[in-house]
């Protein structure tokens, strides 16, 4: 049953986009790029009363060179094709504050702690906040195109650090945890 999805009638009046892409740099690092446009899709009226008319409204772009282990942000930038303010761009000098972050727990947090609210400007953040999770597998899926040695024990999985606890299926005593360490025993004949 789709209750909500049955009482959409009508053509959106925004939408948002949000796409991540992960660049190989060196063997151990990438540069995310994140880009974020919000479309306003209708005819509508500022605060002003002043028509506003169907078009782009934020088009902007975060770039991070990340690398080392756990995956840090070594350099930022960013930039702004489209804003709704002339002074948005004033706010594109807060991203060199994220710089020396680690993506870990708590990395959301953080990025609202260095540039949220007054600090910086919301979409930034916004779009800051999700490219953590995908410069995670952007630096993975780089690091998969070479083989590695198959792990041993629960401690030689790589990276699995990273992933523990960031959802009900990854807890610690979670069905994928759970997989891993029953494939380690098959392999090696131990209790991971």
Known sequence: MNRLKDLIQDDPV???KIEIQTYPVKEDQIIVEGLLKDTQMVRGYRWDGQ???PGTIHH???RLLEGDWPL???DAEAEMTS????LCPTT???VSRIIGLRIVSGYSEKIHDLIGGARSCAHLVHLITVM????LHGYWTHLSRKPRPVPTSLEEVSNLDAIINTCRLWKEDGPFVQNIKETLQKKTGKTA
Do not use: E, K
């Open 132 to 135: 953590g999770p995908a410069a």
């Open 83 to 86: 804003v709704p303010h002339d």
């Open 60 to 62: 902007m772009c975060v």
């Open 92 to 94: 594109l000098d807060a």
């Open 51 to 53: 028509p506003q008319p």
């Open 72 to 74: 840090t942000i070594l």
């Open 14 to 16: 925004h939408q948002r």
